[in-house]
């Protein structure tokens, strides 16, 4: 939009993405930014391009016809477009491949600004084995479009109050520290997951370990456990209809989780007297279950557990989403970084400024790691083996592999352990400065502990927070030293308090007064101080208690304080003259509403 406005659009902007929901998402979100009519979907009508008129064209590579390896007929890219036709063009989720026929857009359109997005600045390992073509770019995404113009780190973002702030729960059944000899797992008559069918003896590795459950056996009281925890998390937290996507590992085992957490579901409305919601969980792969990402999205009605292995890692907005879930075990630090970007979406609406992180496999040691990728290599199964990649293939055990999938009852009790919560925090880390999981009681006590340096006691607190310029410094170093007050207070269950009394409980064990409570008190307490005063001086005395508990702090310190309409009719500012100069008035007041 500002490159039209600036008058750099004498030519179409091409907006390039790779999937059906991202161009639909693009369309959505472009159309409004643009003069009705202005962003056209690239598609044949008629034997036209239905674009042809417009200032920003939206395509898929598919649409192009840049997805096909024969080159030997004309594309729909050459047919309707010479070269040069686009002023600027947009990659989106510029981390992928560059250089397969889809490059041809950018070969045939040089003058064009080429303008990569992506949340994965992506370089490619080194290799012994490297093609021309992955030296001249392949999944290297750095080495096409450069450094970036501009960066912005997660934890920025939700420090700056622009993506939601994230509380992270570690967990491990405890059956994943326990390894299964081929020896255990003929003892338990193992089936195939898909057939029923038993298993020949050598068909079963030698031995499994937890990164290979789900993917290379399937054990049924370790799924059940995890759903049965997950389930229970989210009625403690919201109740079980929340927006949540589950990553799996492979096809069969997101069928799996999908049906136990609807088995969960329905035994919970039961219980409840409730009539279940269709389509409570479902599967969403690439085998199937991609036309409930829409219900999902825009219903608060239905589809709210979905259950994956890739398809929603990368590009779809679930605004709504409370939580993402981990069943799954991941290397891949780009894919974990994708699949938590689901979550990071603010909604207004509905008041979701975090979500929830549950880790059920340690995939959160991912953060802070690099964006490397070595060189692709073609996956060769063994039987009876490990297959041939390099393990840093990510994409989740293929339900079409020939071999047998072991299935096996264990009797082990099936359950989960609590390893703790923890909070995203910048620190440097071999002298570079990476986002780390910290536990949460540290990470308060640390920041508290910043606070009591400028303040040691509740007296020297509460004189510092009712001077605006103390206390918004303050603020500023809790800030600077990547502290966020903020995130905290609705980690630990405090979003309906102040800041004040955020720092007062943690801080000086006071207790914790909600907003509310805390303007009540105040009433209740001054109400002698009120009665001594003129009529309009109290109305805007208690005005004062009553914006706090509407706003906190902040609606103190605001300039549309005294626009309030009983505050105003009541003469603002000039009604605290009777009791001295209106600054000094304000702030007694504030002493005596912190001070109950």
């Given amino acids: 939009m500002r490159l039209h406005e600036a008058g750099q659009l004498a030519k179409p902007a091409l907006f390039l993405c790779d999937r059906d929901e991202l161009r639909e998402q693009a369309w959505e979100k472009l159309s409004k930014a643009f003069p009705k009519g202005s962003v056209r979907i690239v598609k044949t009508e008629r034997g036209q391009n239905a674009a042809k008129n417009a200032k920003v064209h939206i395509a898929t590579y598919q649409t192009l016809g840049l997805d096909d390896e024969d080159q030997s007929y004309a594309s729909f890219l050459t047919e309707h477009y010479p070269e040069n036709a ?13 250089w397969g026929r889809w490059s041809e857009v950018l070969k045939r359109n040089p003058d064009a600004i080429h303008i990569g997005l992506t949340a994965t600045p992506r370089q490619l390992r080194e290799s012994k084995h490297q093609t021309a073509d992955d030296v001249a770019i392949t999944a290297n995404n750095l080495g096409y479009f450069g450094d970036p113009v501009y960066e912005y780190t997660l934890i920025q973002a939700q420090e700056d109050g622009y993506l939601a702030a994230c509380e ?4 491990k059944p405890s059956i994943d520290w326990k390894t299964f000899t081929r020896e255990e797992v003929l003892a338990a008559k193992p ?15 030698a031995q499994y370990v937890a990164k290979n459950f789900d993917d290379d056996i399937l054990l049924p009281e370790r799924i059940n456990a995890m759903c049965a925890d997950l389930f229970k998390r989210l009625c403690e937290h919201g109740g079980p209809e929340q927006k949540v996507i589950i990553f799996c590992t492979r096809d069969l085992h997101a069928d799996r989780v999908a049906m136990q957490m609807q088995r969960l579901y329905a035994a ?9 919601k269709d389509h409570y969980a479902f599967k969403c792969t690439a085998e199937g279950g991609s ?7 825009g219903s608060g009605e239905r589809c709210f557990i979905a259950c994956t292995v890739d398809l929603l890692a990368t590009g779809v907005d679930i605004e709504r989403l409370n939580a993402v ?9 780009i894919l974990f970084y994708q699949m938590v970007g689901r979550g990071t979406r603010i909604h207004e609406e509905t008041q979701k400024y975090k979500f929830w992180l549950y880790d059920y496999t340690g995939v959160t040691d991912l953060f802070g790691t690099d964006f490397i990728t070595a060189p692709a290599k073609p996956r060769v199964k063994k039987p009876g083996g490990d297959d041939g990649g390099d393990g840093g293939d990510d994409g989740g055990g293929g339900d079409d592999d020939p071999l047998p999938l072991p299935e096996i009852k264990t009797g082990h009790d099936g359950t989960v352990v609590m390893q703790g919560r923890y909070i995203l925090q910048e620190r440097l880390v071999d002298g570079v400065r990476r986002e780390v999981a910290v536990p949460l009681d540290e990470y ?4 508290v502990a910043r606070v009591l340096r400028e303040a040691a006691t509740l007296h020297d607190f509460r004189g510092l927070w009712v001077e605006t310029q103390k206390r918004r410094q303050l603020i500023d170093h809790l800030l600077g030293e990547h502290y966020s007050p903020d995130t905290v207070r609705e980690l630990v269950g405090l979003a309906e308090c102040d800041h004040f009394d955020l720092f007062a409980h ?23 101080w009120f009665a001594s005063v003129d009529d309009k001086t109290a109305i805007v005395l208690k005005g004062i208690g009553h914006q706090f508990g509407l706003g906190g702090t902040d609606a103190l310190e605001s300039e549309y304080l005294w626009e309030v309409p009983d505050i105003r009719r009541a003469g603002g500012l000039a009604a605290l003259r009777q009791l001295g100069k209106p600054v000094d008035v304000l702030r007694e007041a504030k002493v005596r509403l912190f001070g109950v």
Avoid at 268 to 276: A, L, R, V
């Fill in 86 to 98: 686009f002023s600027v063009i947009v990659i989106d989720e510029c981390h992928r491949s560059a």
């Fill in 168 to 171: 992270i729960v570690k967990l």
């Fill in 191 to 205: 089936i195939d997951a898909r057939t029923g069918k038993y298993i020949l003896p050598e068909d079963i590795k």
């Fill in 268 to 276: 919970w409305c039961k219980e409840n007297g409730q009539t279940p």
């Fill in 291 to 297: 036309d409930l990402i829409e219900p999902m999205r």
């Fill in 325 to 333: 879930v981990f069943f799954r075990y991941l290397e891949s630090s």
């Fill in 444 to 447: 308060r006590q640390e920041m």
């Fill in 506 to 528: 943690y801080g000086y064990r006071e207790k914790a007064l909600k907003r509310p409570e805390r303007e009540a008190a105040y009433l209740s307490a001054q109400a002698p």
